[in-house]
């Protein structure tokens, strides 16, 4: 098992040095990933709800890799409709490359209406069909060698070349989400589940589900289980002291 950290990167947390300080901790006291949330813009409805001053988790995860040697970086989880997928398909690969191998990417489908309207032609009742088809939009130009080409919905390529490839063989891609939709997409589109404080008894149903779609798909390969927890506060062995960690 290996433990990771969420680093708030908004609030009182959203400063560049107090997220490079948090991150260096986080190294130094041997746990094996930092995770940073996703937000774009936070609607002016949902304030009340969020501070607005997110700094975004790709660009944290690349400047953490810069200034560490060992810690992996993940997200926790980008909102993949958000983002053009073939343009993030070489942000993730130059990135993994770059930190030499130490980015993990957990994805969902978002939540937020008002940020949907802000930042994506996708509408945000079509959000997990449009998940399903970036998913198959990195699977392929992450796979493929030579030139590629996809016709989907929302993307459309022939014959381009996408290199380099992420640095990691398979590139580990963890699909976010309690309900039943995320699961099928972790088992059939994915390398791994990232659910959201979920009951372990619906952990553990969720995890059988998920190995019985990738049996009866005709999938074997690995697959990583992850879990993403409730804020919980890490002690000194004298019970005092201490910080958050999810």
Known sequence: MELGIVVPTYGDWGHATVVRDAVQAAEDLGYGTVWFGDHIVVPSYAAHVSPPNWLEPLSCALVGAGTTSRIRFGVDVLVLPYR???????????ADQLAGGRITLGVGVGYIRGEFAAVTRVPYDER?????????????LWRTDGPVSFEGEWVSFEDVFAEPK?????????????????????AL????????????????????????????????????FSYSS???RVLAGDGSGGFSAG
């Not at 997990?128 to 392929?140: I, K, N, Q, S, Y």
């Open 84 to 94: 053009e997928p073939v343009w993030l398909s070489q942000l993730v690969a130059s």
């Open 128 to 140: 997990g069909r449009a998940t399903d088809e970036h998913l198959r939009v990195l699977d392929a």
């Open 166 to 186: 992420p640095a990691q063989v398979p590139f580990p891609l963890w699909v976010g989400g309690n309900g039943a939709p995320a699961r099928r997409r972790a």
């Open 189 to 224: 589109l994915g390398n791994g589940w990232h659910p959201l404080f979920p009951t372990l008894d619906r952990y553990r149903a969720g995890r059988e589900q998920i190995l019985e779609q990738r049996a009866a798909a005709g999938i074997d390969s690995a697959f990583t």
């Open 230 to 232: 409730a804020a919980t």
